[in-house]
């Protein structure tokens, strides 16, 4: 088990430029998700994926920010014309689908910062 | 609409004494609850789950969490703490509410200090 895997790590960018974080899940698992974590709070909820298709968005992900995952495998975020309010902690997480509830396994995140 | 809130969001012990977290929660169904724990620059990592199984709930590292139902509470606790467990704790709720059980609400936090 290689578990959830996030790339960058941590990425400083200009106000106004475009960013690209990558997710990869744990093998088997179907289900896959991003949050958002701002400093002192608890991560929020963003999109989710079950296999390729997205089928949830939360309010928070404004047109800027746009989310796949082509062949159900990895996935990726992108941030357009990024904002200083977007510098936060981007989580990824995986599960695998079953009756009940479902355990997520989080990546280590990659850290945003907008100058 | 589910939520969950911290009581407290830094708590202090001594090594070797015990640990109790607060946690209160809202849902307007059956919850399942979560307790994680985040070390500086790691990734979350599940302490345990409630599932509607057993109430007393037995996790990683000597932690457990008591669902009571009629408290509306999901307290974690260790009997006596370790250095190591110094770390960023959430309690999570999920529930189908929104048609499905699959997303997490977060609360704010609580980060617990271990002193020697």
């Known amino acids: 088990d290689t578990g959830v895997s996030q790339d960058p790590r941590h990425k400083i960018t200009k106000r106004g430029q475009n960013v690209t974080f990558r997710c990869d899940p744990i093998s088997e698992h179907n289900r896959l998700y991003w949050y958002r974590q701002t400093l002192g709070q608890g991560p929020e909820f963003l999109t989710y994926?079950?296999?390729?298709?997205?089928?949830?968005k939360s309010r928070l992900l404004s047109d800027r920010f746009s989310a796949e995952r082509p062949k159900g495998s990895f996935s990726t975020l992108e941030i357009q014309r990024t904002e200083q309010g977007d510098s936060a902690m981007y989580l990824c997480?995986?599960?695998?689908?079953?009756?009940?509830?479902?355990?997520?396994?989080f990546g280590p995140g990659t850290r945003l910062l907008v100058l | 609409a589910q939520s969950v809130t911290q009581l407290d969001s830094h708590v202090s012990v001594s090594e070797g004494t015990p640990v109790l977290l607060r946690c209160n929660y809202s849902s307007s169904y059956s919850p399942s609850l979560f307790w994680y724990v985040q070390h500086p620059n790691k990734g979350l990592q599940l302490l345990l789950k409630?599932?509607?199984?057993?109430?007393l709930v037995k996790g990683i590292n000597g932690f457990e969490a008591e669902f009571k139902k009629s408290e509306t509470s999901f307290h974690l606790t260790k009997p006596s703490a370790h250095m190591s467990d110094a770390a960023e704790y959430f309690c999570?709720?999920?529930?189908?509410?929104?048609?499905?059980?699959?997303?997490?609400?977060f609360g704010k936090g609580t980060l617990l200090t271990v002193n020697p």
């Open positions: 999570v709720v999920s529930d189908l509410s929104g048609g499905s059980n699959y997303k997490l609400t």
């Open positions: 409630y599932t509607s199984a057993a109430t």
């Open positions: 994926f079950q296999n390729e298709a997205q089928l949830e």
């Open positions: 997480a995986s599960s695998r689908q079953r009756l009940g509830m479902e355990t997520q396994y």
